[in-house]
């Protein structure tokens, strides 16, 4: 029910947009985010996004760098990565709760995509 792409190759320094498609009747009242896995670590919250887009939260190690967005009409998130770092080279998923706050307090959330690999070459 959630679609993430865009994930890929690029260097530091570079920028990537990735889009989650998710199903009309999630996307109509869910708050949505992304969070992230690197290899051998655990999976971690990136960012999130309430359902109308007025209310947004990043984690300490992506504010200022992403920006996380939605269209409503396309039942689409995107997430813009500016100023790629090698730390950032993950496994991104996207995720659905009805919940921003649960979503961005628990890293919990009703719903998940499959995930897309970002790989930044330093």
């Known amino acids: 029910q959630l679609q993430a792409s865009g994930g890929g190759l690029v260097q530091a320094g570079g920028s990537l947009r990735l889009s989650c498609v998710a199903s009309?009747?999630?996307?109509?009242?869910?708050?949505m985010g992304w969070f992230r896995q690197a290899p051998g670590k655990e999976r971690e919250f990136v960012a999130a996004i309430s359902w109308s887009g007025v209310t947004t939260y990043y984690s300490d190690p992506v504010k200022g760098r992403f920006t996380i967005s939605r269209d409503n009409a396309k039942n689409t998130v995107y997430l813009r990565m500016n100023s790629l770092k090698y730390e950032d080279t993950a496994v991104y998923f996207c995720?659905?709760?009805?919940?921003?706050?649960?979503?961005?307090?628990?890293?919990?959330?009703?719903?998940w995509g499959q995930g897309t690999l970002v790989t930044v070459s330093s």
């Open positions: 995720a659905a709760d009805r919940g921003l706050g649960y979503l961005h307090d628990t890293h919990k959330a009703e719903f």
């Open positions: 009309e009747h999630i996307f109509s009242s869910y708050a």
